[in-house]
Every structure is written in C-alpha cells, then in structure tokens.
C-alpha cells in the first residue's frame, strides 16, 4: 500500500513561454524550477513547449521525444514529479493537447485534453480526449484537467474521489475573473485542494495572458495567488485538513449522479 504522505510540496511554475521554440522553453522551465528546490511536484503551464496552437512548422513530437524525455530527467534530477501539457503526436498519428506527469521513479501517465477550445480554434488542430485520468503520487489523488475543461462541472466533479484538481492552462486576459470564479468554484463544489497554473506574457498570436496562477483550499480559500509577471510560487497542502473537513461536511454524498453518455 503507498505511503500517504501527510504534506504535499507543490511549486507553481508561471512562466512567459517562448513561442514555437520548445528547447528554449525546456532550458527557460529548468532555471524556473531551480528557484523552489525540495517541492513533490512541479506543475508548468498548457503547451509549455511551444505556446497555445503555436506547433505549426515546430517537429512533432512523440511520447518518446525530446520534451517527454527532459520531463523524464527533471523528475529523477529533483526527485520530484513534473508534469505539464504539450502537442504530441500519439500512436494513431493524431495530434493531442496532451497532460503528461512524470514521476522521479520512471512512471509516466498521460491526459488528452477532453473540451477543445473552438472559439480558437483548437477543435480543428487536436483530438479530443475520451476519459479523466486521475494520478495517485505520493498518497494524494490528483485530477488531470487543461485549461477550457474548467468551464464544465460535470466533466470536472468530484466522483472519482480525488483529492486535488490540477489545470494547467493558457488562459487569456479578457476572461481572467472566469479563471478566478471557476477555479474557487471547483475547490468548493469538489471539496478538493484545486490548482491553476497559467502562462504570463504575449504569444506570437499577439494573444496577452494574465498570469495568476493560484491555488485554493476544499473551503474556497485562497492560499496563494501570483500576478502578472513571470514567477514561481510555493504552496503546501495538509492531508489531515482535508480529511478532517471532508468528515465534518459530508456534502460530496449528497451529489447528484451524472453520467456522460459518450463515455
């Protein structure tokens, strides 16, 4: 049985990404991660190697390329978890908008982004994704989601008994208090610790990106918030918190049942 470990080290790594030019972003993220040494997990933003539908012209990649390999590397050099999402290329030759988490003992999971934004154009570059992933690392339970999937409650409930809710995403500036409501409102309506990690900067879209990446607490707190600039950012979370207030408000047995019937 895993070992659950009663803090959970997490840096949130908010980072201006360097647009169609994945080797300079894996270099640029490897000198952001150096500045919170010691974390369990380290999260990156959504296409943190290229920017948002920035890998026209860029050589796709595989599961077994250079982007999953450094994330590889990075896990066994920090004794750490990294995770982030890229455009990979997947066995069948469709192109995906896909969360990878790699842990330090070689294991390597994977989500394909379910809710592909069309209002951008996403829907006609990627395949969409057909189920949640839920990856259990040192004890705690952690939902993959990307960035448009936090628009949608259903996909996002908590009936697969997570204990965190992770997005990763390059959210734009114009909906910013979207970002800051939806993520509150997963944490409270998922009784879960939820995480938001966003790019800062302009793409080569000339699409401009607020940052604030933040994390909140199962009550709705607010325990860390970064602004607008390039930035990495330490939180902890406390297992017996967690347990402690999911016994006392038992509101998750309470929920609905939903199925979703493409699944």
Not at 53 to 67: F, N, W
Not at 83 to 103: H, K, T, Y
Not at 123 to 133: F, L, S
Request: net charge negative; glycine share 8%.
């Amino acid at each position: 049985m895993a070992v659950k470990q009663e803090q959970l080290e997490v840096a949130l790594v908010q980072s201006d990404l360097r647009w169609q030019d994945p080797e300079a972003n894996r270099r640029h993220l490897g000198q952001l991660m150096d500045r919170q040494p010691g974390c369990d997990l380290y999260v990156l933003p959504e296409t943190f190697t290229t920017g948002f539908l920035g890998d026209a012209g860029v050589t796709a990649e595989r599961m077994d390329g250079p982007s999953v390999t450094w994330m590889h590397d990075q896990a066994r050099e920090r004794d750490a978890a990294i995770c982030g999402s890229l455009v990979i290329v997947d066995e069948s030759g469709l192109r995906r908008n896909r969360f990878v988490f790699a842990s330090p003992r070689g294991e390597l999971y994977h989500y394909d982004k379910r809710h592909r934004f069309s209002f951008g154009g996403e829907d006609e570059r990627y395949a969409a994704g057909d189920r949640p992933v839920v990856v259990d690392w040192q004890g705690w339970r952690i939902d993959l989601q990307v960035c448009y999937d936090l628009r949608f409650p259903v996909w996002c409930r908590n009936d697969r008994n997570f204990d965190i809710q992770l997005f990763v995403a390059n959210w734009p500036a114009p909906r910013v208090e979207a970002w800051r409501a939806l993520l509150k409102a997963r944490a409270i309506e998922n009784q879960a610790y939820v995480i938001g990690v966003n790019r800062s900067g302009v793409d080569g879209n000339d699409i401009a990106y607020p940052g604030c990446s933040g994390a909140w607490s199962m009550e709705g707190h607010r325990l860390v918030e970064l602004g607008a600039a390039e930035a990495v950012v330490r939180v902890s979370f406390s297992r017996d918190q967690l347990e402690k207030f999911r016994d006392h408000f038992r509101f998750l047995a309470d929920a609905d049942t939903f199925r979703l019937k493409d699944l």
